[in-house]
């Protein structure tokens, strides 16, 4: 499919499905390389809705141990990030001295991945990263640091593999821009 339609708003395909697995080899030989002599444990902590996709698939790509956390955050309505906070589901184990990754789907304004990780270092961890499938450097001006960015992208909104517009839409297999 070339052209989407959701909400009488018209996207075309951006990021391919196979295009989308490349990206996912990219980030997982940077995480293994990063992880593989870490000898404490390691705490992927995917945020929820978006990244539950993008989770999954990174997941089967790496080869060292760790635990995987879920949390949920709202922050984003329509297509407008909202700026504010809500943590719905929070973390439900112990992450003092421990490795975390945090596993999010795109970064924008950034303010979702900044307030949560400020949440993160307040339970003193061993050490705190960043993983994003996508990212857009024109709206957040590198005010958060990115450790591992799958791609970066203009400032346009997408939906598709896990991304929503109000809730739809998260089941494409590939990543769709929209048109204007
Ligand atoms: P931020 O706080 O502005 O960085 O927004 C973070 C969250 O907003 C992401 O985790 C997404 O859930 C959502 N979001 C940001 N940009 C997009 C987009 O282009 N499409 C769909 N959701 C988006």
């Known amino acids: 499919m070339e052209i989407v ?4 708003k018209v996207f075309s395909l951006f990021i391919s499905k196979d295009e989308i697995n490349e990206i996912l080899n990219k980030l997982a030989l940077e995480v293994n390389k990063t992880y593989q002599d870490v000898n404490e444990d390691v705490i992927l902590v995917s945020i ?3 990244s539950f996709i993008f989770m999954a698939d990174l997941v089967r790509k790496l080869d060292f141990e760790f635990d995987i956390e ?3 955050i709202r922050s984003y309505e329509g297509m407008e990030s909202t ?3 809500e943590l ?3 973390l439900q184990i112990e992450i003092e001295g421990k490795h975390i ?3 999010e789907d795109i ?3 950034g303010l979702t991945i900044e307030k949560f990780i400020d949440k993160v270092k307040e339970m003193n961890p061993a050490s705190v990263k960043v993983c994003s499938l996508l990212s857009k450097p024109e709206v957040h001006n590198d005010i958060i640091n990115i450790d591992f960015v799958g791609r970066e992208i203009p400032p346009a909104f997408v939906i598709g593999y896990g991304l929503d517009i109000d809730g739809k839409a998260r089941n494409l297999d590939g990543i769709y821009q929209l048109e204007i």
């Open 107 to 109: 970064v924008d304004t």
């Open 88 to 90: 719905l589901l929070n």
């Open 5 to 8: 339609t959701y909400f009488d």
């Open 70 to 72: 879920f949390v949920k």
């Open 48 to 50: 929820l809705d978006g």
């Open 83 to 85: 700026g504010d906070f």
């Open 101 to 103: 990754l945090i596993i």
